[in-house]
């Protein structure tokens, strides 16, 4: 498998980019990665490290995008920049799957723009991986869209459904819709009709999932609008931050505490480990042509090594032909509904 | 100060409600409870307790609403309910407050049709207290309202506003609308629309906050639609949850967990007072014509006791008066602004 990486892409770039690359094909032998991005700036990283040299190709990209500009002018105006070249490298064949920690904006309108949506996809969505006490969750979808319609949602769950099955490797996902109350009655106007949707659809719909249920790991895929999966994403992510350094500040007041929290420190790590964002590396976009995935701004080398180890598995399962199929088996049926 | 309690309302009453009342008035000699609910059963629940008896009183009540009932149905068909008979306490002046941890659904339709809407508000919204670093916030709305206009979430700002400069007793609140980016051009037509309000109120607005900042303690008030303040409310009470079970499994795998558990221990104590939803007590409707308080189902007795504290609190500071206050003051300017 070959990926292409936004080099220049993520607030510590391109330093942790190659930093993973290396990581990356040192362990698998079958990625290669092609770095796209400045091409002196690359080869002063990559100086001095040793790694297969054969497996580590450099493309250059004169120009980058800064996580303040807005999508549509960089799409216009920067032709030449990092995250395009990269996408470019899926259009033509030269690479397998793109990986990027830029502006996230950006990385979607590009592979948008650039890759197309697959045949019957209305939205492409990002499917994000979330931890929870009996393992991770799909959340979908996790910010692509705001102000989406029923149909959009019932895509988004089959769309979900699908790279469960691919990538967690679970038979028959328990698919759910979040909600404020688990009865169909339950909800806003867009999961009301949206429920009506998915409960007629070939997946194994459970019904509405409440906010307090969804990281006791009832649910494989949890499925919502864009606007509402960005904030419960980014809240969970606060909130652990958050509860992580009160409890430090708990313990640095106890006197017994230091002591106390020396011998728990294993337990901090596993438990760190487990609910990390960099262990997943990536959100893929689902529903383009292409793999597509799109890494946390803050990435670690580590958050890269696994985006590109997740981009190659994406691509080697063919995800997006999966998904494809299903959403044109989804509208099978629905002409199918219609005709009778 | 005299509060009417839902005393049959909530997952373990009656044994909490009268366990919490007895702890209130206990401690405070200007708290008087009302237990509203079956009296036998009340009284059997009170037998053998010490109180100061002239300060806990009965009303019977002969019907419970159950938690799967409809509002509807409940408020139509259940005219003798002890939710019911509690907030007519407030509005033929028996009582200056009313908490229930029944059937919150329930009690915001009783409250609403018996009590009314404010002056000027069109529609009343829950106000949760939630912990952060720096110290709690509002999030209003957090459940009552479903599909909401801008005009709503901008009365949820005056509201939240003056409930925090009233009961967190901050004089000028810094008041966030929750969106998925910091730039006003970042959210849904829901948010991009309110945006423009809020930021023409006569209030601290400081724009946007994302999820990953809220629970860094950033704002006084943070303002949603009530589907998505709901989902925001439940997932991080989960979250939190299941944090601290993932934590304690981690221990539990450790040889020197249990040592470094036992020391840490009361750190752990400490931080879950500091997070725990029982020290707020509740959370209540603003923007009726009257104190109600709307409980966890799940409240504890302290929770309860806490949440009768919260209702004479805010009943002794006429807070739903400074709200009404606000409220037509933001009409008097929306009326002045198109006289000019």
Redesign the interface.
């Known amino acids: 498998m070959r990926v292409a990486l936004d080099a220049m892409g993520g607030d510590h770039a391109p330093a942790v980019t190659v930093e993973g690359t290396v990581e990356i094909v040192s362990e698998y032998d079958d990625i290669e990665v092609i770095l796209v991005g400045d091409e002196s700036h690359l080869k002063k990283e990559l100086d001095g490290k040793r790694y297969p040299a054969n497996r580590i190709l450099i493309k250059h990209a004169s120009q980058v995008i800064g996580m303040d500009e807005s999508p549509t002018v960089a799409l216009r105006k920067k032709k030449d920049s990092s995250i395009r070249k990269a996408v470019e490298l899926v259009k033509n064949g030269g690479a397998d799957a793109v990986v990027s920690a830029g502006h996230s904006g950006v990385a979607m309108a590009t592979a948008l723009f650039i890759l197309g949506t697959s045949k019957g996809v209305d939205r492409p969505a990002i499917a994000a991986i979330m931890p929870?006490?009996k393992g991770p969750f799909v959340l979908i979808d996790a910010?692509a869209n705001?102000?989406c319609r029923p149909e959009n949602l019932l895509q988004f769950a089959v769309m979900g459904n699908a790279y469960c099955r691919s990538i967690l490797e679970r038979p028959e996902p328990k698919v759910a819709l979040?909600s404020?109350g688990e009865e169909d009655t339950k909800?806003?106007?867009l999961?009301k009709e949206a429920f009506k949707l998915l409960k007629e659809a070939d997946i194994n719909f459970t019904g509405n999932i409440?906010?307090?249920?969804?990281?006791?790991g009832n649910a494989d895929v949890v499925v919502c609008d864009?606007?509402?999966g960005?904030?419960?994403?980014?809240?969970?992510?606060?909130?652990?931050?958050?509860?992580m350094?009160?409890?430090k500040r708990?313990?640095a007041?106890?006197t017994?505490?230091r002591?106390?929290?020396?011998?728990?420190k294993?337990?901090?790590r596993?438990?760190k480990k487990?609910?990390d964002y960099a262990e997943y590396g990536g959100a893929p976009l689902l529903g383009i042509n292409g793999t597509c995935i799109i890494s946390h701004g803050r990435s670690t080398s580590k958050a890269i090594r696994n985006a590109l180890r997740v981009a190659a598995e994406f691509s080697k399962k063919k995800v997006y032909e999966i998904i494809s199929e299903d959403i044109s088996n989804l509208h099978a049926k629905e002409r199918t509904v219609v005709k009778v």
């Not at 409440?210 to 006791?216: N, Q, T």
């Open positions: 929870t006490l910010g705001v102000d979040l404020i909800g806003n106007e999961t409440e906010g307090k249920d969804v990281f006791a864009g606007f509402i960005n904030i419960v994403l980014k809240t969970s992510e606060g909130l652990a931050e958050a509860i350094k009160m409890l708990e313990i007041e106890l017994t505490g002591v106390g929290y020396l011998l728990m294993p337990a901090l596993n438990f487990k609910t």
